[in-house]
């Protein structure tokens, strides 16, 4: 036989040969036994297994009402962690679990531990600072008297609300006062402390000590002042790696205020050439603070013995080595005492100054200073205590919303306690919350200091008179603003129901619809909120929740995933692009490119501070300007700095007289210019800065058109640069005297 019939031989072998016969098909269904129903109908089968239309299987003509506890489309099963409200934006945890969308604040405590005793007796002269690169550690140094006096220093560290120290280490073994501490915030576990070693002629000295844990090494002693040394204070600059700058009173020249700028190497310390800050008598109560927000600049407060003891500012630029200052603002026209003067880390230009009014009853009193260039403007004065305030410290705390703590010993207390007041900053104003006792039991030699590294916490020394006046610590916390578990990644979805802690919870994901909402406006797009809400505009941190389709239903993070805007991080200066799928960043063209606009409407200074770096050169356009002050001049400089200027401006007026004016401590955009409102449509500048990079000089060539009080409509050319060679990362347009007024757009060039 062929191969094909041998083929269908076989397989009319097999089905003859096996259970399947010929029999089993006709008028039933196969035998139970052989894997069938037995039955002779469909009807009979369904029977047989006990099924029904409707119920467990659909018809072709059935409906699907019968389908019921299925999910959504796009929703997914999850565990809950806590509760779930129903429809509610929930997050994925690390641990695979959700958690509903919420916001907390951290609520204030003062105080928020227990007292912990560094030492029952015998210590003095004591400083305190937090190290900003570790979170929990601080250094107390002090004067020990159970140990000759000697120069001591001891790490402390905050667990929680407790305290625990290391083991002490000397710095000075010699008899050792008035001790001033300082971090390096741009080196790891560096500190300096500077001090009056009384065993060396009272020579002002400073020495390097390095954090190990809980232990401490010092470098090699270094005098920076070869007389005896009132030392008050000291302040590293944040944005100065290794510099630092200490005030003191000179008590070898006539007790004058000083400065000093020091540069840390290693464990070594060099000094440069000390400035005389104040030669105009004793100066005392010295207290010095960078700002944090502004590069290499510093206010030093102080009493003024040459001028009746006032309270009395200045604000310091340090420029490599040096220090320069510029005029004096009394703060206080009365004898002050116990200043303490503390930036804003949150507001640029922000500082609050607190003092013991002596020409009001010698209340706890505070002032909001406003630095703009080299001067500094004050606010009104605001009491915090209405009593004798003694031994008063003050602190801005970081991540706090711009609240600062004064600590000091009320006298209002039939004991003296130590106490606290928290005052709130907004413009120039102050605002205080009830005071709060730290300690009840005259408390002296009161000091505070900030952890950086914990959003309002703070430790408190203080020497504790009902405690046979021990040496004691204790930890406080300021409210802090709003956190939230929203981050800009972690949105899941929404509950489908309402849910409790451990539950199996349905959340409807990104893509699919949330049709359990109420109030929505159909059309309008959604951001999650931090609070666990939506709303149609953004929060912080930016989150699209999605598109409203009705009132009750939201299409979950819009209509694709093209609509997201990619991460803003580090894409600074970059345009938002698409190619039709997906959204990118991409990279600004050579050419000139707006950067910001600021208008002038009677303010003291025009600033552009942000988004300076991406370019090589810049256009500014200047119109409609004019000062407030009659014949006042208009000037801009880079970077608040108020030296190395070479600049002229020369032209002619409109009866063809020629004028010129040389500049070295800024540039001039208008001189001796009127003041009439009328006449600003007259004014008009373009401002050409060539240059950019750090290590170069700067080049300025512009054109000036304006109205002079004195020398009719005047036409000027500007030539110059800037002779430094710091990066430009902020320009100020300002007038020499009062408010004024324009519209400045500034444009960057980019060759790249």
């Given at each position: 036989?062929s191969?094909?019939?041998?083929?269908?031989?076989?397989?009319?072998?097999?089905?003859v040969?096996?259970?399947?016969?010929?029999?089993?098909?006709?008028?039933a269904?196969?035998?139970?036994?052989?894997?069938?129903?037995?039955?002779?109908?469909a009807?009979?089968?369904?029977?047989a297994?006990?099924?029904?239309?409707?119920?467990?299987?659909?018809?072709?003509?059935?409906?699907?009402?019968?389908?019921?506890?299925?999910?959504?489309?796009?929703?997914?099963?999850f565990?809950?962690?806590?509760?779930?409200p129903?429809?509610?934006?929930?997050?994925?945890?690390?641990?695979?679990q959700?958690?509903?969308?919420s916001?907390?604040?951290?609520?204030?405590?003062i105080?928020?531990?227990?007292?912990?005793?560094?030492?029952?007796?015998?210590?003095?002269?004591?400083?305190?600072?937090?190290?900003?690169?570790?979170?929990?550690?601080f250094?107390?140094?002090y004067?020990?008297?159970n140990?000759?006096?000697?120069?001591?220093?001891?790490?402390?560290?905050?667990?929680?609300?407790?305290?625990?120290?290391?083991?002490?280490?000397?710095?000075?073994?010699?008899?050792?006062?008035?001790?001033?501490?300082?971090?390096?915030?741009?080196?790891?576990?560096?500190?300096?402390?500077?001090?009056?070693?009384?065993?060396?002629?009272?020579?002002?000295?400073?020495t390097?000590?390095?954090?190990?844990?809980?232990?401490?090494?010092?470098?090699?002693?270094?005098?920076?002042?070869?007389?005896?040394?009132?030392?008050?204070?000291?302040?590293?600059?944040?944005?100065?790696?290794?510099?630092?700058?200490?005030?003191?009173?000179?008590?070898?020249?006539?007790?004058?205020g000083?400065?000093?700028?020091?540069?840390?190497?290693?464990?070594?310390?060099?000094?440069?050439?000390?400035?005389?800050?104040?030669?105009?008598?004793?100066?005392?109560?010295?207290?010095?603070?960078?700002?944090?927000?502004?590069?290499?600049?510093?206010?030093?407060?102080?009493?003024?013995?040459?001028?009746?003891?006032?309270?009395t500012?200045?604000?310091?630029?340090?420029?490599?080595?040096?220090?320069?200052y510029?005029?004096?603002v009394?703060?206080?026209?009365?004898?002050?005492?116990?200043?303490?003067?503390?930036?804003?880390?949150?507001?640029?230009?922000?500082?609050?100054?607190?003092?013991?009014?002596?020409?009001n009853?010698?209340?706890?009193t505070?002032?909001?200073?406003?630095?703009?260039?080299?001067?500094?403007?004050?606010?009104?004065?605001?009491?915090?205590?209405?009593?004798?305030?003694?031994?008063?410290?003050?602190?801005?705390?970081?991540?706090?919303?711009?609240?600062?703590?004064?600590?000091?010993?009320?006298?209002?207390?039939?004991?003296?306690?130590?106490?606290?007041?928290?005052?709130?900053?907004s413009?120039?104003s102050?605002?205080?919350?009830?005071k709060?006792?730290?300690?009840?039991?005259?408390?002296?030699?009161?000091?505070?200091?900030?952890?950086?590294?914990?959003?309002?916490?703070?430790?408190?020394?203080?020497?504790d008179?009902?405690?046979?006046?021990?040496?004691?610590?204790?930890?406080?916390?300021?409210?802090?603003?709003?956190?939230?578990?929203?981050?800009?990644?972690?949105?899941?979805?929404?509950?489908?129901?309402?849910?409790?802690?451990?539950?199996?919870?349905?959340?409807?994901?990104?893509?699919?619809?949330?049709?359990?909402?109420?109030?929505?406006?159909a059309?309008?797009?959604?951001?999650?909120q931090?609070?666990g809400?939506?709303?149609?505009?953004?929060?912080?941190?930016?989150?699209?929740?999605g598109?409203?389709?009705?009132?009750?239903?939201?299409?979950?993070?819009?209509?694709?995933?093209?609509?997201?805007?990619?991460?803003?991080?580090?894409?600074t200066?970059?345009?938002?692009?698409?190619?039709?799928?997906?959204?990118?960043?991409?990279?600004?063209?050579?050419?000139?490119?707006h950067?910001?606009?600021?208008?002038?409407?009677?303010?003291?200074?025009?600033?552009?501070t942000?988004?300076?770096?991406?370019?090589e050169?810049?256009?500014?356009?200047?119109?409609?300007?004019?000062?407030?002050?009659n014949?006042?001049?208009i000037?801009?400089?880079?970077?608040?700095?108020?030296?190395?200027?070479?600049?002229?401006?020369g032209?002619?007026?409109?009866?063809?007289?020629?004028?010129?004016?040389?500049?070295?401590?800024?540039?001039?955009?208008?001189?001796?210019?009127?003041?009439?409102?009328?006449?600003?449509?007259?004014?008009?500048?373009?401002?050409?800065?060539?240059?950019?990079?750090?290590?170069e000089?700067?080049?300025?060539?512009?054109?000036?058109?304006?109205?002079?009080?004195?020398?009719?409509?005047?036409s000027?050319?500007?030539?110059?640069?800037?002779?430094?060679?710091?990066?430009?990362?902020?320009?100020?347009?300002?007038?020499?005297?009062?408010?004024?007024?324009?519209?400045?757009?500034?444009?960057?060039?980019?060759?790249?």
């Amino acid at each position: 036989m062929s191969k094909a019939r041998d083929t269908v031989e076989t397989l009319r072998t097999v089905l003859v040969d096996g259970d399947v016969t010929n029999a089993n098909f006709t008028g039933a269904d196969l035998e139970v036994g052989k894997g069938g129903t037995g039955a002779s109908s469909a009807g009979a089968a369904r029977t047989a297994l006990g099924l029904a239309i409707g119920t467990d299987v659909l018809a072709p003509d059935g409906s699907a009402a019968n389908l019921t506890n299925l999910p959504a489309g796009g929703a997914e099963d999850f565990v809950a962690s806590g509760t779930l409200p129903n429809g509610k934006p929930v997050i994925l945890k690390a641990n695979g679990q959700v958690e509903v969308v919420s916001a907390s604040n951290i609520a204030e405590s003062i105080p928020a531990g227990s007292e912990v005793v560094l030492r029952s007796s015998g210590i003095s002269n004591i400083a305190m600072a937090f190290d900003p690169n570790t979170a929990n550690k601080f250094v107390i140094s002090y004067q020990d008297g159970n140990n000759s006096d000697y120069g001591t220093a001891i790490v402390g560290t905050v667990s929680g609300t407790s305290i625990s120290f290391g083991t002490a280490a000397l710095f000075n073994s010699g008899s050792t006062t008035v001790t001033a501490i300082a971090f390096d915030p741009n080196t790891a576990n560096k500190f300096v402390v500077a001090y009056r070693d009384n065993s060396n002629s009272y020579y002002g000295t400073a020495t390097v000590g390095t954090i190990s844990g809980t232990s401490i090494s010092f470098g090699t002693a270094a005098v920076f002042n070869t007389a005896s040394t009132g030392v008050n204070t000291i302040s590293f600059d944040p944005n100065a790696a290794n510099k630092f700058v200490i005030g003191y009173r000179d008590n070898g020249n006539s007790g004058y205020g000083t400065t000093i700028v020091g540069t840390v190497s290693g464990t070594s310390i060099s000094f440069s050439a000390e400035t005389q800050f104040n030669t105009s008598g004793t100066t005392d109560y010295i207290s010095l603070s960078f700002d944090p927000n502004t590069a290499n600049k510093f206010v030093v407060v102080y009493k003024n013995g040459g001028n009746s003891n006032y309270g009395t500012a200045k604000v310091g630029t340090l420029s490599g080595t040096s220090t320069s200052y510029g005029s004096a603002v009394v703060f206080n026209a009365g004898q002050v005492s116990d200043n303490s003067v503390s930036f804003d880390p949150n507001n640029a230009n922000k500082l609050v100054v607190a003092y013991r009014d002596f020409g009001n009853s010698s209340y706890g009193t505070a002032i909001i200073g406003t630095v703009s260039g080299t001067s500094i403007s004050f606010g009104s004065e605001y009491v915090f205590n209405s009593a004798q305030t003694n031994d008063l410290k003050c602190s801005f705390g970081i991540g706090t919303g711009s609240k600062f703590v004064a600590t000091y010993m009320d006298t209002a207390s039939a004991s003296n306690d130590g106490t606290c007041s928290v005052g709130t900053v907004s413009g120039t104003s102050i605002s205080y919350g009830s005071k709060s006792v730290y300690n009840t039991g005259q408390t002296n030699s009161n000091l505070i200091a900030f952890d950086p590294n914990n959003a309002g916490k703070f430790v408190i020394y203080y020497s504790d008179g009902g405690n046979s006046y021990a040496m004691t610590v204790i930890v406080g916390q300021v409210a802090t603003p709003i956190t939230t578990n929203l981050t800009s990644t972690n949105f899941l979805g929404t509950a489908t129901a309402a849910y409790t802690n451990g539950q199996t919870a349905s959340i409807m994901l990104k893509g699919g619809i949330s049709d359990n909402q109420t109030s929505l406006t159909a059309g309008s797009t959604y951001y999650v909120q931090p609070a666990g809400t939506f709303a149609t505009s953004a929060g912080t941190p930016s989150v699209l929740a999605g598109e409203a389709v009705s009132a009750t239903s939201l299409l979950l993070n819009g209509l694709a995933t093209p609509d997201e805007i990619p991460s803003q991080s580090g894409n600074t200066g970059k345009f938002l692009t698409t190619n039709g799928s997906a959204a990118s960043w991409g990279t600004v063209a050579a050419g000139l490119v707006h950067i910001s606009t600021v208008t002038a409407n009677g303010v003291s200074v025009a600033e552009f501070t942000t988004g300076l770096s991406s370019y090589e050169s810049f256009i500014i356009v200047c119109t409609g300007f004019y000062p407030a002050t009659n014949t006042a001049d208009i000037y801009f400089t880079f970077n608040n700095n108020s030296s190395n200027y070479t600049g002229i401006m020369g032209g002619v007026n409109d009866s063809g007289a020629s004028y010129a004016i040389e500049r070295g401590s800024e540039m001039a955009l208008s001189y001796n210019q009127n003041s009439t409102a009328a006449n600003a449509d007259l004014t008009s500048a373009q401002i050409n800065i060539f240059g950019n990079a750090s290590g170069e000089y700067k080049n300025v060539v512009g054109i000036s058109g304006y109205r002079s009080n004195n020398y009719g409509q005047m036409s000027m050319n500007i030539s110059g640069g800037w002779r430094d060679t710091a990066a430009i990362t902020s320009i100020q347009i300002w007038p020499n005297s009062g408010n004024f007024y324009g519209k400045f757009m500034l444009y960057g060039v980019t060759t790249s």
